[in-house]
């Protein structure tokens, strides 16, 4: 039997995280699937952000090229969005789904309450999800970082329930090995994801106030005593898009001057397929990881690197506690600071045995998890195919 032809509707051009997801996706569909799978990239931000391209005709005779449509994983569901008819991320309704005659699978769908809840946009992510849902070619599910919780809290348990919750595949990604510039083979580091985006939510005070410098000063203190502590100890900034540089910088100035000179490394960033490798292997490679992005937290997870997430996004938090590690999540507002996480951290750096230990248990349960999925979803689509060949 041919590879199946998949459209995936997916973001491949945002954040490096996303190209993890989609390899450790990709890998574990091969391993698992009795179908071999043939992914065609499609850039959901050229229907979105560069509205080059809508839902329409064109679109769905692509998705019935194919054998079967994946669209995710992304936050499809936006609470806060009153643009969209459908109340989701997509500016395309049930009649789009109704006119593609292959299966579509939603798989590991987020949940997105960053700028709060709009009831608009629950009364039309229901109204959305009472059609497709009752497509008997349509499948959704959502990925474990807390999204059921919220679809249950705000459209009702009945949509919680009616989607199985998995394992993202940004746990599984498996980078190549690079060279690093400033990185010594064998050198030992922590690598340090700070993240950019939204900076109206992730470092305002209540009353609007711009709290980056205080910030930084926090993130540099805590650098700071651990290099001093340790002379072997390097620091390597990893940004996953282009917004990043902003906070790496702050953290920088506030730094001395002597340590930012000798001690520190800020990695490049290549977009897309290609660039996503190089920097997920500096957090297999790290010591220890700090980091605020959704998946440089689940990647070094997946490789059993120590991890501390820096929480300014309902999402880290969700993660770490789905997968029974909230102590190793800490928050950041004008309330707190990061002395806790990084005592936690130097401990970890003198003896990580007991943590990788933990991580890899967790790994590999989640992976049981996620062939159980996938068995479950060879059964669905096998009469879904019938004429591939």
Same mark, same amino acid.
């Given at each position: 039997?041919?590879?199946?032809?998949?459209?995936?509707?997916?973001?491949?051009?945002?954040?490096?995280?996303?190209?993890?997801?989609?390899?450790?996706?990709?890998?574990?569909?091969?391993?698992?699937?009795?179908?071999?799978?043939?992914?065609?990239?499609?850039?959901?931000?050229?229907?979105?952000?560069?509205?080059?391209?809508?839902?329409?005709?064109?679109?769905?005779?692509?998705?019935?090229?194919?054998?079967?449509?994946?669209?995710?994983?992304?936050?499809?569901?936006?609470?806060?969005?009153?643009?969209?008819?459908?109340?989701?991320?997509?500016?395309?309704?049930?009649?789009?789904?109704?006119?593609?005659?292959?299966?579509?699978?939603?798989?590991?769908?987020?949940?997105?309450?960053?700028?709060?809840?709009?009831?608009?946009?629950?009364?039309?992510?229901?109204?959305?999800?009472?059609?497709?849902?009752?497509?008997?070619?349509?499948?959704?599910?959502?990925?474990?970082?807390?999204?059921?919780?919220?679809?249950?809290?705000?459209?009702?348990?009945?949509?919680?329930?009616?989607?199985?919750?998995?394992?993202?595949?940004?746990?599984?990604?498996?980078?190549?090995?690079?060279?690093?510039?400033?990185?010594?083979?064998?050198?030992?580091?922590?690598?340090?994801?700070?993240?950019?985006?939204?900076?109206?939510?992730?470092?305002?005070?209540? !009353?609007?106030? %711009?709290?980056?410098? $205080?910030?930084?000063?926090? *993130?540099? &203190? #805590? =650098?700071?005593?651990?290099? @001093?502590?340790?002379?072997?100890?390097?620091?390597?900034?990893?940004?996953?898009?282009?917004?990043?540089?902003?906070?790496?910088?702050?953290?920088? !100035?506030?730094? %001395?001057?002597?340590? $930012?000179?000798?001690?520190? *490394?800020? &990695? #490049? =960033?290549?977009?897309?397929? @290609?660039?996503?490798?190089?920097?997920?292997?500096?957090?297999?490679?790290?010591?220890?990881?700090?980091?605020?992005?959704?998946?440089?937290?689940?990647?070094?997870?997946?490789?059993?690197?120590?991890?501390?997430?820096?929480?300014?996004?309902?999402?880290?938090?969700?993660?770490?506690?789905?997968?029974?590690?909230?102590?190793?999540?800490?928050?950041?507002?004008?309330?707190?600071?990061?002395?806790?996480?990084?005592?936690?951290?130097?401990?970890?750096?003198?003896?990580?045995?007991?943590?990788?230990?933990?991580?890899?248990?967790?790994?590999?349960?989640?992976?049981?998890?996620?062939?159980?999925?996938?068995?479950?979803?060879?059964?669905?689509?096998?009469?879904?195919?019938?004429?591939?060949?």
């Amino acid at each position: 039997m041919r590879p199946l032809k998949v459209l995936h509707l997916a973001s491949f051009v945002g954040n490096l995280g996303d190209n993890a997801m989609h390899d450790g996706e990709y890998r574990t569909r091969a391993a698992d699937l009795p179908l071999a799978l043939d992914h065609t990239p499609c850039e959901v931000r050229e229907f979105i952000h560069w509205q080059r391209r809508a839902f329409d005709e064109r679109f769905v005779a692509e998705a019935n090229a194919a054998d079967l449509v994946v669209i995710g994983g992304f936050s499809l569901f936006q609470l806060w969005r009153e643009t969209t008819s459908s109340g989701t991320y997509l500016e395309a309704g049930p009649e789009l789904f109704a006119a593609i005659r292959r299966p579509v699978l939603f798989h590991g769908l987020g949940v997105d309450a960053t700028r709060g809840v709009s009831q608009l946009a629950v009364a039309r992510s229901r109204a959305f999800l009472d059609a497709l849902l009752a497509f008997d070619h349509c499948r959704f599910s959502l990925r474990n970082d807390g999204s059921d919780g919220l679809i249950r809290d705000h459209l009702g348990p009945a949509y919680a329930d009616a989607m199985t919750v998995v394992p993202d595949g940004g746990l599984f990604a498996e980078p190549d090995g690079f060279d690093h510039p400033g990185v010594p083979e064998g050198a030992r580091f922590i690598a340090v994801n700070l993240a950019g985006d939204m900076p109206d939510k992730r470092y305002a005070g209540a !009353d609007g106030a %711009d709290l980056t410098r $205080r910030f930084a000063a926090d *993130v540099a &203190a #805590g =650098l700071g005593k651990l290099l @001093g502590e340790d002379p072997s100890l390097l620091c390597v900034f990893v940004p996953h898009i282009y917004s990043d540089f902003g906070p790496i910088g702050s953290v920088l !100035d506030a730094l %001395d001057d002597r340590i $930012r000179r000798e001690r520190v *490394v800020v &990695a #490049g =960033l290549a977009q897309g397929a @290609g660039g996503w490798a190089p920097s997920f292997d500096l957090y297999r490679r790290a010591a220890a990881v700090i980091a605020m992005r959704y998946h440089a937290c689940l990647a070094s997870i997946g490789f059993g690197t120590p991890v501390f997430g820096i929480s300014t996004h309902h999402k880290i938090e969700g993660q770490f506690a789905a997968l029974d590690l909230a102590g190793r999540c800490h928050a950041w507002t004008a309330e707190t600071d990061l002395a806790p996480l990084f005592g936690a951290l130097s401990r970890d750096l003198a003896d990580p045995a007991p943590t990788i230990a933990r991580l890899r248990e967790i790994r590999a349960g989640e992976r049981d998890v996620l062939k159980c999925h996938h068995d479950d979803l060879a059964g669905w689509l096998s009469p879904r195919l019938e004429g591939v060949s």
